[in-house]
């Protein structure tokens, strides 16, 4: 206690003790006599030797080289400013991307206890599912020891409310849903588990803010209103607040009890039949309990589930836990994602550095001057680093900081436009500070050690340091062109090559039967007689059944094994005309036949993939998994059409008759001549002539296609501009280094003039010091995307990750930046008066 009561003594009168010192070490000196006056040593290292014996003068330098700095940074404003700026590009870009990040999968939601919150997914070994049945959950939420509370969503096509024409988004959740959530209401009240956790209790509706304000006009006595939902009425029990959160992102309009689900959707058997498995699974763990406990206990009571519904529960399934407490659930391919955004935002930082890194050597030559002084006063050079250091740390603060503004500009209007959640926010919480504070000290040193070590040892004027800041941002600055050129092409050729499959004029509808319990023969019944009198409609060219509409809210994926090589295949059930309807072109064989079994038509891509080219017309399916019943025959080989799933890179779809037990799951896709939303009146009369329940799911497969596409425009979008900083960036600093590089040899260059060199010639030897490292950081830069790219291959829609335009685009598109870069100060430098230089001193 007494140590640290003298240390904080010196702290708050370290002048005076100063003073003290300095009059002690004089008095000394003179007392020496004249002729030993040199044997006492450099005054001003012996005072700072004294300071360390203190102790806690570390906080006194660092405040004496802030303040150095400052004046400094004081004297030079153009290059301050333009530093800051620099560092405020390259640090603004990777805060912005972890601002992101923490709002999607950090920043806890605004709910009860988030921490404990947990989606549960079913998985085997060669099966994913998202949803499961009711039935099953019920059973979880009755035997389970681990999870304190089980809550079960589901969503629905949109809702015809009253008579508007635009329709309503809604979703059935467990009664305890917003309790669980801790959710206090706006108006009236919300769901109660005690009141509304019973299929027969009255059936009511809690609106979200936002539905209450744009479509009841914020109407004040809402509560009790009734309202009709698909022709069934609902009693409004409450409003959500504004800053709503729910779990996975849910943003419906409509919340109605789960159990009310077959009240809304007359002849559903959601609740009785484990066949329908359209409900999600959260929970909360109890206190104290680990997930992966819970996962072992699910386990155990999902094997005793099997032995009640072995026909609904899969081989080897187990319950897979994420938590849940956060805008997104990262699930384990999302994290590539995040990698390669990473990596891109952190290429940004390097190019920045090295960018600022030149800079501060080409400084270095300003202030040799200075440094010679404070070397022959006495300073170390340990010192002389460290300020240098600290000089540094102030630009990458003030640059971090200047970044911190930019970022939550961007956040502001990123917010704004892309209608998100009420209960985000812009504001930068700890996560995001703490990162800011992180990355510029990173950048601090990333930039700064290297040029302050050669500028202390006095060595910044060798060239191998420039040299290799320069192939540094050429590599980074070749990677992020490339990648963005891979983004840009894919865009560009999803947008403007065919999918493989006519989109333009086709409607899928969807009348969810299986919803409405309709038994595969009923399902039959309606179908034929929904496509008989659409047939009959003018304008109607063409309508087929299928399983898993294009485009639509499920996509199914098999993972197989064929000759020891692992295969996704995208299967769908078909009617034969499905074919013509979509415009996808026979190569060879024929279409199916109706009442077919056991054969199968695939697509070219898994035709060349199983049989190398061979024609397998006639052949069966091969595969390495045993099976009691027979192979699937192929009769018909189509082309390529991504159909189920854009990212399908590979095209491998297949696809089998429709079979009677598909009846309920089956859509219908029509396409007509010129505008097929023109159809949609007709398509609802013909619906409700044959089943006044049933409200098809109607949508156009020309907005499907760009909302699909949608997601690709932005990434690349994105990743360009981020591309172009990069680019930006690494010319600006490539251009001062080569003006510093041929400033530094003004003398050699008049020396060559005045002995008959042609300014060619010495534009030329100028040039040649760049030339290896410009190659070199190509070489670089071509190798390390061509390994990072894969990553991107689900996304490349149509091309490679080894697409040879992008990368031949981006080389060269780099390759001209840098020669313009380099060429305009060097011919620059070339105008120098000869006279002048000669006599400089150097």
């Known amino acids: 206690m007494g140590e640290l009561f003298r240390r904080l003594n010196y702290l708050l009168h370290r002048r005076d003790r100063d003073r003290e010192l300095e009059a002690e070490m004089l008095l000394h000196r003179e007392m020496m006599g004249s002729d030993h006056k040199r044997d006492f040593g450099n005054i001003t290292r012996l005072r700072e030797d004294a300071r360390e014996a203190w102790g806690w003068t570390w906080i006194e330098r660092l405040i004496q080289d802030l303040s150095y700095a400052a004046r400094i940074l004081r004297r030079s404003p153009g290059f301050a400013l333009t530093a800051v700026l620099v560092l405020s590009l390259g640090i603004g870009v990777n805060i912005t991307a972890f601002t992101l990040f923490n709002m999607v999968a950090l920043e806890p939601l605004p709910v009860r206890d988030p921490a404990s919150l947990i989606m549960l997914q079913r998985r085997s070994p060669t099966r994913i599912g998202g949803e ?23 969503g629905v096509p949109p809702v015809t409310l009253e ?80 800053a709503f959160a729910s779990l996975g992102a849910d943003r419906a309009e409509l919340w109605v009890p789960i159990l009310q689900q077959p009240y809304l959707i007359e002849g559903s058997k959601l609740l009785s039949d484990p066949e329908a498995d359209a409900v999600r699974m959260w929970a909360r763990l109890a206190p104290g309990t680990k997930a992966k406990a819970a996962e072992q206990e699910l386990l155990s009571l999902t094997n005793q589930l099997r032995l009640l519904d072995p026909k609904n529960v899969w081989e080897n399934e187990f319950l897979l836990s994420f938590p849940a407490g956060h805008l997104q659930v990262m699930q384990p391919d999302m994290y590539q994602v995040v990698a390669m955004i990473s990596v891109l935002t952190l290429l940004i930082l390097a190019v920045t550095c090295a960018n600022l890194g030149g800079l501060l050597l080409a400084r270095g030559v300003t202030r040799e001057h200075e440094i010679g002084i404070r070397v022959a006063i006495g300073a170390s050079r340990q010192r002389i680093l460290r300020q240098l250091l600290t000089e540094s740390l102030l630009l990458a603060s003030l640059g971090s900081l200047v970044g911190l503004v930019l970022s939550i500009a961007v956040m502001r209007v990123t917010l704004t436009f892309t209608d998100a959640p009420a209960w985000l926010s812009a504001t930068p919480d700890w996560r995001v500070f703490g990162f800011s504070f ?74 969810q039967l299986a919803q409405h319990g309709y038994t595969p023969t009923a399902a039959r019944a309606y179908l034929a007689q929904m496509e008989s009198r659409l047939r009959e409609r003018p304008g109607v060219l063409s309508v087929a059944l299928v399983k898993l509409p294009p485009m639509g809210h499920s996509v199914a994926r098999i993972g197989t094994e064929i000759q020891g090589k692992h295969v ?71 082309g390529n059409a ?3 799933a854009l990212s399908d890179s590979d095209a491998t779809e297949q696809y089998w008759p429709a079979q009677n037990d598909d009846m309920p799951q089956m859509s219908i896709v029509l396409k007509a001549v010129g505008t097929a939303s023109a159809m949609y009146p007709a398509i609802k009369s013909i619906s409700q002539s ?63 003039l005045a002995l008959g060199a ?29 390994t990072a790219s894969s990553a991107l291959r689900s996304t490349l829609y149509g091309i490679s990750n080894l697409d040879p335009a992008s990368y031949a685009s981006a080389t060269l598109l780099l390759l001209l930046i840098v020669m313009i870069a380099t060429v305009l100060p060097a011919r620059r430098s070339l105008r120098l008066d000869i006279a002048k230089a000669l006599h400089h001193d150097q």
Not at 142 to 154: G, N, P, Y
Not at 499 to 504: A, C, D, E
Not at 766 to 775: H, K, M, R, T
């Open 132 to 154: 499961m049945p009711y039935t099953h959950i019920d059973f979880y939420r009755q035997h389970s020891h681990t999870l304190s509370a089980v809550m079960a969503i589901m």
């Open 163 to 242: 008579t508007d024409i635009q329709p309503a988004h809604l979703s059935f959740a467990s009664a305890n849903y917003f309790s669980e959530l801790g959710t206090h209401p706006a108006l009236g009240r919300l769901f109660d588990p005690v009141l509304d956790d019973n299929s027969s209790a009255p059936p009511i509706a809690v609106l979200s803010y936002r539905f209450w304000q744009q479509r009841l006009n914020a109407d004040p006595a809402v509560v009790g209103r009734v309202l009709h939902l698909n022709g069934k009425s609902v009693t409004v029990a409450g409003v959500l607040p504004d």
């Open 438 to 511: 992180v990355i510029a000290v990173l950048a601090a040193v990333f930039f700064g050690f290297a040029p302050a070590l050669q500028i202390a040892r006095q060595k910044h004027r060798k060239p191998i340091a420039r040299q290799v800041l320069i192939a540094a941002q050429v590599t980074a600055s070749c990677v992020l062109l490339i990648v963005a050129g891979l983004l840009v092409r894919a865009m560009h050729h999803t947008l403007y090559t065919s999918p493989g499959f006519g989109y333009q004029s086709v409607l899928s509808i969807d009348p």
């Open 568 to 638: 996704n295949i995208f299967p769908n059930s078909v009617e034969p005309a499905y074919f013509q309807t979509m415009n996808i072109p026979f190569l060879l064989g024929r279409t199916f036949h109706f009442g077919e079994q056991h054969v199968t038509i695939v697509s070219e891509s898994l035709a060349n993939r199983i049989w190398h080219g061979a024609d397998p017309i006639g052949k069966p399916v091969p595969s390495d998994e045993p099976s009691s019943t027979p192979r699937d025959i192929v009769v018909g080989v189509v």
């Open 642 to 644: 991504r159909v189920n």
């Open 690 to 752: 044959l089943d006044l329940r049933v409200f098809p799911e109607i949508r156009p497969l020309e907005s499907l296609f760009q909302e699909n596409v949608a997601n690709v425009e932005r990434i690349a979008a994105a990743v360009s501009l981020v591309g172009l900083i990069a680019v930006l960036l690494a010319g600006v600093g490539i251009v001062g280094l080569v003006a510093y590089t041929a400033s530094q040899r003004a003398k050699e260059i008049a020396i060559r």
């Open 758 to 786: 042609t300014r060619r010639q010495v534009l030329r030897a100028i040039l040649s010091q760049f030339a290896w490292p410009v190659a070199l950081g190509l070489l670089a830069g071509v190798a390390i995307a061509a």
